[in-house]
């Protein structure tokens, strides 16, 4: 059981609303922050704003109450706010924390509909905002919306420091701002799992054991650059046996424009596109090398968990992932497929020692910053911080204080 969850109170006070349970990295920081719940408090209450294949396997065994309110059902929705309001009522729930723009702003609305005294917000974000990236309305008016409503959770938790900074400047207030790094599961680095691995992917994708493997867990999205990790690839000579292996949500063969690309570039036979998974850590373990592209950031996961399994990354020096690095990785400019190419090849040309050397270093650097223990000890603090805020509120005056809680 992990020392950091416990003090079980304020963890049955809190509930979580996240926009879907699909695969994504705030879902996996969710799942993180839920690990190791001592048995001995209520299972944790989670509220999904749509009903989405992805990681509900995932929730389901860690003993996760979730409620889908099963907005793309517009005709039910009075109905399930009217359900949900009682249940935080039977929870006894003193915090909101919800996760991505579409939960914040619901978290908002059900704080302002729920049975005084009602529960806190807390808002997360785990994105770096830049506007060339919003490129639909809708998205423009829920950044908007955001914006204007900031004032209102107790907390605003941020991931990575180059999104602080983004979200102060467009107008988000300092004082309710906490950072907090995600963290994964740190263990000894094992040999055997990564042999068993490798062997594993070769034979799934039909390739010999030599094959060089680098890879990516990415989403089909403009803020993610597939198109600059593929023209980078291309530059790679075939007599290398070097395969490029991508997965994630539209990363499949169902995306034509993904696969024209690919075809384009003549990479139909080195590329291997494998869609939503659920076994990222084998996967992790069987690349030779982790990569990722993005043109914005805020604080991946899958570079933290490749450096805590054993695997060497280069990525694009975007959100913190020069924190996250260090000097343990390699960083290359965005857009730019030439540098990308010259970086993979830097680290692909490493001698067995050298590697060695740079895996290790990554290791004990994941290990002393980014560990999941430190992650759930901070939001813990958090919690049991705004939990007695609110109480000691309450106490001197019974009404909402600027309707923080």
Not at 8 to 24: K, N
Not at 89 to 96: C, D, P, S, V, Y
Not at 249 to 276: S, Y
Not at 333 to 361: C, M, R
Request: aromatic share 6%.
């Amino acid at each position: 059981m992990s020392q950091s969850l416990n003090q079980t109170a304020p963890l049955e006070q809190v509930a979580y609303i996240i926009t879907s349970l699909a695969m994504g990295g705030a879902q996996k920081v969710l799942l993180g922050l839920l690990a190791n719940t001592p048995a001995t408090t209520k299972p944790p209450l989670v509220i999904s704003l749509l009903k989405t294949e992805g990681l509900q396997p995932a929730f389901t065994k860690l003993g996760v109450e979730v409620f889908y309110l099963e907005l793309e059902k517009p005709q039910l929705i009075f109905k399930k706010i009217v359900e949900l309001k009682r249940i935080l009522t039977e929870h006894h729930i003193k915090i909101l924390y919800s996760f991505l723009h579409h939960a914040n702003l619901f978290a908002v609305l059900l704080a302002a509909v729920s049975s005084k005294p009602r529960p806190a917000v807390i808002w997360g974000l785990h994105d770096t905002p830049l506007k060339k990236l919003y490129t639909r309305w809708q998205h423009r008016a829920l950044f908007w919306l955001g914006v204007r409503l900031s004032s209102i959770p107790y907390k605003i938790i941020l991931v990575s420091e180059r999104s602080r900074q983004r979200y102060l400047e467009v107008g988000y207030p300092a004082s309710r701002m906490e950072l907090i790094p995600n963290g994964v599961a740190v263990t000894n680095l094992q040999t055997e799992p990564i042999r068993l691995a490798r062997q594993a992917l070769r034979a799934e994708l039909g390739l010999d054991l030599d094959a060089v493997l680098i890879g990516s867990l990415t989403r089909a999205v403009p803020e993610k650059a597939l198109p600059v990790m593929l023209d980078a690839f291309a530059q790679l000579s075939p007599s290398q046996n070097t395969h490029l292996v991508l997965a994630g949500e539209g990363v499949d063969q169902h995306n034509a424009e993904l696969q024209a690309q690919i075809t384009n570039l003549g990479l139909q036979d080195r590329v291997h596109t494998l869609g939503i998974r659920h076994d990222a850590q084998d996967l992790i373990r069987a690349f030779d090398l982790a990569s990722l592209s993005s043109r914005s950031e805020a604080f991946p996961l899958f570079l933290v968990e490749a450096m805590a399994l054993g695997t060497p990354c280069v990525a694009t020096d975007v959100g913190d992932i020069a924190l996250i690095l260090g000097d343990k990785g390699l960083l290359v400019p965005v857009n730019d497929s030439n540098s990308l190419a010259a970086a993979w090849l830097q680290v692909l040309a490493w001698s067995e020692t050298e590697k060695q050397a740079h895996v290790q270093a990554a290791w004990q650097h994941i290990h002393a910053n980014f560990s999941l223990e430190r992650m759930q000890q901070h939001h813990l603090a958090v919690f049991t911080e705004v939990i007695a805020a609110c109480e000691a509120n309450q106490a001197w005056n019974m009404r909402m204080h600027h309707k923080r809680c």
